[in-house]
């Protein structure tokens, strides 16, 4: 995930400003994206006609609304943040979930059937599964470099030209959600077809996850790592 790379060495360079900024824009961006996708599509019907989509969203406004307010109440980086960004984590997810089930929304189960049925075909296949953890380590250890160097590059952009972390963020929040932008329209175009609800629960629960994940365990990893360096 682009939000983890960026967040982590950041933080790893004391630009714990860079890494929140980083996460309200790309949050902002995911959703912004989102309702374009939406629109795109012509789904908004399927929202309107959806109360478990409906309490997703709210949820997914919080993860927008939290770190700006905490921009606005000008508080600090502690590591006492963590176990409360954990804690809301597993609350609001418990909440997403039990929405669906009240609701009787079984389209997002069909959709993690679907996800398990084609992990399952993958684990048969030992000869891609082999090449697949291959690839994994090859892509963790570039992105490690790529990640050390754009550390390297956010401080010498902080501090020899001045350049304020909250934009500095704000530019990173745009670069890291564009595969969310693919992911959105992608799903709702491979269900136009047969379900238009199971595309638009399938975008919508990709954007509560990037967000989530961006608000809750990215940054919280970004704190930790902030309190160590500092």
Same mark, same amino acid.
């Given at each position: 995930?682009?939000?983890?790379?960026?967040?982590?060495?950041?933080?790893?360079?004391?630009?714990?400003?860079?890494?929140?900024?980083?996460?309200?824009?790309? =949050?902002?961006?995911?959703?912004?994206?989102?309702?374009?996708?939406?629109?795109?599509?012509?789904?908004?019907?399927?929202?309107?006609?959806?109360?478990?989509?409906?309490?997703?969203? *709210?949820?997914?406004?919080?993860?927008?609304?939290?770190?700006?307010?905490?921009?606005?109440?000008?508080?600090?980086?502690?590591?006492?943040?963590?176990?409360?960004?954990?804690?809301?984590?597993?609350?609001?997810?418990?909440?997403?979930? =039990?929405?669906?089930?009240?609701?009787?929304?079984?389209?997002?189960?069909?959709?993690?059937?679907?996800?398990?049925?084609?992990? $399952? $075909?993958?684990?048969?296949?030992?000869?891609?599964?082999?090449?697949?953890?291959?690839?994994?380590?090859?892509?963790?250890?570039?992105?490690?470099?790529?990640? =050390?160097?754009?550390?390297?590059?956010?401080?010498?952009?902080?501090?020899?030209?001045?350049?304020?972390?909250?934009?500095?963020? *704000?530019?990173?929040?745009?670069?890291?959600?564009?595969?969310?932008?693919?992911?959105?329209?992608?799903?709702?175009?491979?269900?136009?077809?047969?379900?238009?609800?199971?595309?638009? *629960?399938?975008?919508?629960? =990709?954007?509560?996850?990037?967000?989530?994940?961006?608000?809750?365990?990215?940054?919280?990893?970004?704190?930790?790592?902030?309190?160590?360096?500092?």
């Amino acid at each position: 995930m682009p939000e983890l790379l960026t967040v982590f060495f950041s933080s790893l360079q004391g630009l714990f400003g860079t890494s929140i900024f980083n996460i309200i824009s790309s =949050n902002v961006i995911n959703f912004i994206q989102y309702i374009w996708s939406i629109r795109l599509n012509k789904n908004e019907k399927v929202i309107k006609r959806n109360r478990a989509l409906k309490i997703e969203l *709210i949820i997914i406004i919080s993860t927008i609304i939290i770190p700006i307010a905490m921009v606005m109440s000008n508080i600090e980086a502690e590591i006492g943040i963590v176990p409360i960004f954990i804690l809301l984590f597993i609350m609001l997810y418990y909440l997403k979930t =039990n929405a669906y089930k009240v609701y009787k929304m079984h389209a997002l189960s069909e959709i993690e059937e679907r996800k398990i049925k084609e992990e $399952k $075909k993958w684990a048969k296949n030992k000869k891609k599964a082999v090449l697949t953890w291959i690839q994994l380590g090859i892509t963790g250890v570039a992105l490690y470099i790529i990640g =050390n160097l754009l550390g390297n590059t956010l401080d010498v952009l902080s501090s020899r030209f001045n350049i304020p972390q909250a934009i500095i963020g *704000i530019v990173l929040g745009f670069i890291t959600s564009i595969p969310e932008l693919i992911t959105f329209i992608e799903a709702q175009r491979n269900h136009e077809r047969r379900n238009d609800e199971q595309g638009v *629960i399938e975008a919508t629960s =990709n954007l509560f996850t990037s967000n989530m994940l961006n608000l809750f365990i990215i940054e919280s990893i970004g704190i930790v790592t902030y309190m160590i360096v500092i």
